[in-house]
């Protein structure tokens, strides 16, 4: 997990404009040898801007045909802040049907996930994994990747929005128990763990962790420490 993601920070570090960040996400997709990765962002003023491993024709009609508008997966995570299994939406209606059986027939693999993203001024973005791979396998895929993959889906959004002249507000100073609470969590630590390594009680950490993400500006827990290690607030 580790070298992946500071393969991917050193990348978009030295990102300096948007094909390079597409060339990141390919680079990222090759990385855990997927199918296909997704980012898409739409900004409060309607502005879209995507990097995607998908077949051009496909992305073609899917725009052309408005597909968005039926997609369940599209439907589901703009109405949620957590990652969405496909499988574990509704395809039965007939306009969703078709969709799914288009998007295969155009390369699209049988499995994914879809991150919901909520980033300042109204935007939101999508990170997607989508692979061709047996449902015993992708739940071993998921719940081995899952915190990384949501590390790596705030990465991306936030050097999107920086290359697109929307950088994060500047943010209030993390407190040194802020610093180390968000430390132990981004080192794979449990909540627990990492009460008990500070030494102090679980509610204790738990107002540490939602000071910092108050600072951050983060929705959640995994957000505040992706920010705080895109931002250099954290080391691992």
């Not at 998908?54 to 073609?60: E, I, L, M």
């Not at 507000?169 to 008990?196: C, I, V, W, Y």
Request: glycine share 6%; aromatic share 8%.
């Amino acid at each position: 997990m580790k070298r992946k993601l500071d393969d991917l920070l050193e990348r978009l570090g030295n990102a300096r404009d948007l094909g390079a960040l597409s060339a990141a996400v390919f680079h990222l997709r090759d990385c855990y040898d997927v199918e296909h990765l997704v980012y898409h962002s739409v900004r409060s003023g309607g502005e879209q801007w995507g990097a995607l491993t998908y077949d051009p024709a496909w992305v073609a009609a899917y725009t052309e045909n408005n597909f968005q508008t039926i997609d369940p997966v599209v439907l589901s995570c703009f109405n949620r802040f957590t990652p969405v299994d496909w499988k574990r939406l509704d395809w039965s209606s007939r306009p969703a049907r078709a969709l799914l059986g288009e998007a295969l027939a155009n390369g699209v693999g049988n499995q994914g996930v879809s991150l919901p993203i909520r980033g300042p001024s109204g935007q939101f973005a999508l990170f997607t994994v989508n692979h061709r791979i047996g449902d015993d396998s992708w739940a071993r895929f998921t719940r081995t990747h899952m915190q990384e993959l949501l590390l790596a889906a705030h990465y991306v959004n936030e050097r999107a929005l920086a290359l697109d002249g929307d950088s994060p507000a500047p943010h209030q100073a993390l407190s040194p128990r802020e610093t180390d609470a968000l430390t132990l969590l981004a080192a794979g630590n449990s909540r627990a763990k990492a009460a008990e390594r500070l030494k102090i009680s679980e509610h204790t950490l738990r107002v540490y962790i939602e000071s910092a993400r108050f600072k951050l500006g983060a929705m959640n827990t995994t957000h505040a420490v992706a920010n705080a290690l895109s931002r250099g607030l954290i080391c691992l």
